[in-house]
Nanobody, 117 residues
Framework: QVQLVESGGGLVQPGESLRLSCAAS????????MGWYRQASGKQRELVAS???????TYADSVKGRFTISRDNAKNTVYLQMNSLKPEDTAVYYC???????????WGQGTQVTVSS
C-alpha cells in the first residue's frame, strides 16, 4: 500500500511563490507516475502537473512557465514549485500516484493554497 502526505500550502499574495511537497511511503517502488491536481470550490478537479518514473513531465496550459514539478527519489518526495501565483490558482491541491497493476490511483489528503490580495 502507498500513502501520500501533502504539505506546503498557505496564504500568499498575487505574484508570490509556494513550494508544495508530497511524501510517499509504503510500497514506493510500485509507483509508476505521480501528479498534482487541484480543485477550486465548486469546480471539478483538474490536472496541474505530472511526472513519470522516467522523468517525463506534463503541465496544464494555465501553469506553464510558472509551475515546475520535480522529484527526489532519495527522499521519496515530489515537489510542485509555484511561482507568480494568481488568484485563480486558489484551490485545494492534491497529490496523486498511479500504482503498478492498480486501476484506482492513490490520493493524498490535500493542502490548501489561497492567493488573495
Amino acid at each position: 500500500q502507498v500513502q501520500l502526505v501533502e504539505s506546503g500550502g498557505g496564504l500568499v499574495q498575487p505574484g508570490e511563490s509556494l513550494r508544495l511537497s508530497c511524501a510517499a511511503s509504503g510500497s514506493i517502488f510500485s509507483i509508476i507516475a505521480m501528479g498534482w491536481y487541484r480543485q477550486a470550490s465548486g469546480k471539478q478537479r483538474e490536472l496541474v502537473a505530472s511526472i513519470t518514473n522516467g522523468g517525463i513531465t506534463t503541465y496544464a496550459d494555465s501553469v506553464k512557465g510558472r509551475f515546475t514539478i520535480s522529484r527526489d527519489n532519495a527522499k521519496n518526495t515530489v515537489y510542485l514549485q509555484m511561482n507568480s501565483l494568481k488568484p485563480e490558482d486558489t484551490a485545494v491541491y492534491y497529490c496523486n500516484a498511479h500504482i503498478l497493476r492498480t486501476i484506482t490511483p492513490t490520493w493524498g489528503q490535500g493542502t490548501q493554497v489561497t492567493v488573495s490580495s
